[in-house]
C-alpha cells in the first residue's frame, strides 16, 4: 500500500520567515496530495490540496509544489504568523483506491513572535 | 453547512472494557471513514464505507474492533475488549460524491484506556 513520509517532525522559525515541509509518498498512482492543519484538541483542516496533472497551487501564504517523477510534494508557508503554530500533515490517495488518505506522520510548526 | 458530528469527545474506561462511538457525517456524504490518531502520529485509516457497504476494512483489527453504518448514514466503530494501546483519537471522516476528493473530518473522540 501507500506509505507517506513527512520531514521535518518538528520546525520552528521566526515570524515573518519562510517554513517548508517535505513529503514523499511511494504509489506512483497516487493523483491527490492535501494538506491538512491541526491545533491542539481539534480536528484536521483542509488548508491546500493539489491534483496531479498540477505542479504548483498558490493561496495567499501557501503554497505547494508536487513533483510526481521524483514522487515528493511540498508545503510552503511564507511569512509566517504565530497563529500559523499547529500541526501539518500531509497526505496522499489516488482515485482507484476509494480516495482514502493515508497520511504523514505530522510536522509540529512553532512560530516565534 | 453543519459538519461531521462526533460523540462522545472524550472517554476514559479500563482495559478488557468494551465502547462506542458514534458518528453522523455531512448530510448526503456517500462515503465514511473512521481513523485512529495515536498521540504524535498522522491518522491511519482503520476502515472506510460507501453507503451501508465496506470498502476498505483491510486495518481494522477485526479480533476486537468493529463498525457498521447499517442505513448507509451513521455509523457506529465499537471496540471489545479494549487494550491500553487503544488509547487515541478516534477520527470520523466524510466525503461527498459531488465534492470531489476533499476529506471532512469531525472533531473525534479522545480515548483514554486505564
Known amino acids: 500500500g501507500e506509505n507517506v513520509e513527512q520531514h521535518p517532525s518538528t520546525l520552528s522559525v521566526q515570524e515573518g520567515d519562510s517554513a517548508v515541509i517535505k513529503c514523499t509518498y511511494s504509489?506512483?498512482?497516487?493523483?491527490?496530495f492535501p494538506w491538512y492543519k491541526q491545533e491542539l484538541g481539534k480536528r484536521p483542516q483542509l488548508i491546500i490540496d493539489?491534483?496531479?496533472?498540477?505542479g504548483e497551487k498558490k493561496d495567499q501564504r501557501i503554497a505547494v509544489t508536487l513533483n510526481k517523477t521524483a514522487k515528493h510534494f511540498s508545503l510552503h508557508i511564507t511569512e509566517t504568523q504565530p497563529e500559523d503554530s499547529a500541526v501539518y500533515f500531509c497526505?496522499?490517495?489516488?482515485?482507484?483506491?476509494?480516495?482514502?488518505?493515508?497520511f504523514g506522520g505530522g510536522t509540529r510548526v512553532l512560530v516565534k513572535p | 453547512e453543519a459538519g461531521v458530528a462526533q460523540s462522545p469527545r472524550y472517554k476514559i474506561i479500563e482495559k478488557r472494557q468494551s465502547v462506542a462511538f458514534w458518528c453522523n457525517p455531512i448530510?448526503?456524504?456517500?462515503?465514511l471513514y473512521w481513523y485512529q490518531q495515536i498521540l504524535g502520529q498522522g491518522p491511519k485509516l482503520l476502515i472506510q464505507?460507501?453507503?451501508?457497504?465496506?470498502?476498505?476494512d483491510s486495518q481494522l483489527p477485526k479480533d476486537r474492533f468493529s463498525a457498521e453504518r447499517l442505513k448507509g448514514v451513521d455509523s457506529t466503530l465499537k471496540i471489545q475488549p479494549a487494550k491500553l494501546e487503544d488509547s487515541a483519537v478516534y477520527l470520523c471522516?466524510?466525503?461527498?460524491?459531488?465534492?470531489?476528493?476533499?476529506?471532512?473530518f469531525g472533531s473525534g473522540t479522545q480515548l483514554s484506556v486505564l
Open positions: 493539489i491534483r496531479s496533472n498540477v
Open positions: 464505507f460507501q453507503n451501508n457497504g465496506v470498502v476498505d
Open positions: 497526505a496522499a490517495s489516488k482515485s482507484t483506491a476509494g480516495n482514502k488518505l493515508t
Open positions: 504509489d506512483s498512482a497516487s493523483n491527490y
Open positions: 471522516a466524510s466525503r461527498g460524491t459531488g465534492g470531489g476528493e476533499k476529506l471532512f
Open positions: 448530510s448526503g456524504h456517500a462515503t
